[in-house]
């Protein structure tokens, strides 16, 4: 296969998708094909069950930053950040651990996006989206989410969104040119906002007219 052909599928409309991840591939087909249509990526098919949509928006939330840490490897050395902040009245303590303490930035980046890993794929949480073996009691896959399950994903977003964060003030050049290509953050802020995952005061990412508009609001 050709680069130019990876991830070149053609559109299909939800309800075209036979799939047990059919609201994934909808999702990233909305992102691929523009993901600065912030509005359009947001709003769910018809019917599409919340808990489901908000909990699919952040696999690929994570998937996406992925990418952001790889870049910040090439430059976000142990040894001159060698704590997680934002800016200097924000530092963070990483819950990796046992006990919850400092990291590097670099390391604190890793070990969040692990935890989150392992936190949207658990068929302890999500059994639903299983497609093999789903425990006894799982709805069938992508139908819904356990409302204590769906609760977690706040925990998650304040802990991704810290990346974010600690780019932009500490790594501003290569946050730019990151959000230039993919809107990421833009399209993170919008979603936390829109399903009221953060509050407010922690979105200290300047956000662009728009958005803070709508946060205004």
């Known amino acids: 296969m050709k680069a130019k052909d990876w991830s070149n599928w053609p559109d299909q409309s939800f309800e075209d998708m036979d799939s047990t991840l059919a609201v994934q591939q ?15 990526i ?11 949509w908000k909990y699919e928006h952040l696999r690929q939330f994570c998937l996406e930053l992925n990418g ?18 934002a800016t200097e009245q924000w530092i963070f303590l990483c819950a990796a651990h046992k006990q919850p303490k400092e990291c590097s930035a670099i ?4 070990h969040t996006l692990d935890g989150a890993a392992c936190l949207l794929n658990s068929n302890k949480y999500f059994p639903s989206r299983s497609m093999c073996c789903p425990l006894p009691d799982a709805l069938p896959p992508g139908v819904s989410i356990k409302e204590s399950s769906v609760s977690k ?11 974010f964060s ?14 230039n290509e993919t809107k990421l953050c ?22 662009t007219e728009e958005l803070q508009q709508e946060s205004e609001a």
């Open 166 to 179: 600690h780019a932009y003030f500490h790594h501003r050049q290569l946050f730019d040119d990151f959000e």
């Open 68 to 85: 952001l840490a790889v870049r910040l490897q090439e430059e976000c050395n142990p040894k001159v950040c060698v704590q997680m902040t």
């Open 26 to 40: 909808y999702i990233q087909q909305l992102v691929r094909k523009n993901p600065a249509d912030i509005e359009l």
């Open 186 to 207: 833009q399209r993170f802020t919008s979603f936390v906002i829109k399903y009221d995952l953060m509050a407010k005061d922690n979105l200290i990412v300047p956000m």
């Open 42 to 52: 947001l709003t769910p098919p018809d019917n599409q069950d919340e808990g489901v």
């Open 107 to 110: 390391d604190y980046t890793r």
């Open 153 to 163: 994903l706040g925990s998650v977003c304040r802990r991704v969104y810290r990346i």
